[in-house]
């Protein structure tokens, strides 16, 4: 029997550690010897970051009851940073408050890797550069020392590069942990140009794209792909993609909130 790998879970930007797991529960059914550790973002969102009806957020949360949900931790929707709209998202309040404690939670618990989806994604990627070269940033040093050993391997989907001046000696020329980056075809919250800037920046990247939008992919091909990667990113695994893929495929519903239209478009990624 393999060892169990165990992987650390950022979600999406208005959701939370609960509502991501129920999300990836068909992943997780997938990888009995994988074991997901989902965590909430430390930032919980005022009802007023929620920029959409609650009807469309990932979440449980209804119209009436979004005050209530928000002032319970338990059931808080959250962010991993909130981007100021006229600082063309170089202003991440928040970020310092997230690394920190992923920082505490690194010092206390060891993972063989991170799988993060959209702004869980981007700062996955961030992470995983940080335990590569953690003097870039002092303040996540524990004791001159490093809190963890860096991952053997990155899952990003829908991720972006983060434009934080804080990180950006962390891709400077890119770093190098393998990993998995996993973009929607019509994707319209992380389109495919904001994804290949987290893609360049990746020395040992791996690319694969399904047909729909901002989701992770649920069919039985790339559940058994992501798991089978994560177990050996070095692996010569087939694409997921090489299969017979249904447009009408349901999303996992891990993503952030989705309606159509220019406003949602511009107002997601400026959230982002």
């Known amino acids: 029997m393999s060892a169990i790998k165990r992987v650390l879970v950022l979600h999406g930007y208005s959701q939370n550690a609960a509502i991501f797991s129920k999300r990836l529960a068909a992943l997780r059914k997938e990888s ?5 550790v989902f965590v909430n973002a430390p ?17 449980e949360a ?21 981007t100021q709209k006229d600082k063309d998202r170089a202003n991440t309040s928040g970020l310092k408050e997230s690394i920190l404690f992923l920082r505490d939670v690194l010092k206390e618990q060891k993972f063989d890797g991170v799988f993060g989806f959209s702004q869980g994604a981007g700062l996955a990627a961030v992470l995983a550069a940080l ?26 989907v829908s991720g972006f590069k983060l434009k934080d001046p ?37 020395a040992n990247a791996r690319v694969e794209e399904h047909e729909g939008g901002h989701f992770v ?15 050996d990113p070095s692996a010569p695994l087939p694409s997921p993609s090489a ?10 519903g891990t993503s952030t909130p989705a309606i159509g239209g220019a406003d949602y478009k511009n107002a997601v990624q400026m959230k982002l």
């Not at 209804?62 to 002032?71: A, K």
């Not at 996540?140 to 053997?152: A, C, E, N, T, Y």
């Not at 804080?166 to 140009?193: M, N, Q, R, W």
């Open 32 to 36: 009995k010897d994988i074991d997901y």
């Open 43 to 59: 930032l919980i969102l005022l009802p007023t970051d929620l920029f959409t009806s609650p009807q469309s957020l990932d979440s």
């Open 62 to 82: 209804s119209g009436s009851g979004i005050v209530d949900t928000q002032s319970n931790p338990e059931t808080a929707l959250r962010g991993w940073w909130k």
């Open 131 to 156: 335990l590569e070269r953690p003097h870039l940033y002092p303040d996540f040093l524990v004791d001159g020392k490093s809190p963890h050993p860096p991952f053997q391997f990155c899952v990003a």
């Open 166 to 202: 804080s990180c950006d000696a962390l891709f400077t020329p890119s770093y190098s942990t393998p990993t998995l980056h996993v973009l929607g075809k019509t994707d319209v919250v992380v389109i495919e140009e904001r994804a290949r800037q987290l893609i360049a920046v990746s």
């Open 217 to 231: 992919p649920s069919k039985g091909t790339w559940r058994k792909f992501l798991v089978n990667w994560m177990k």
């Open 243 to 252: 299969a017979s893929v249904s447009q009408s495929e349901p999303p996992s």
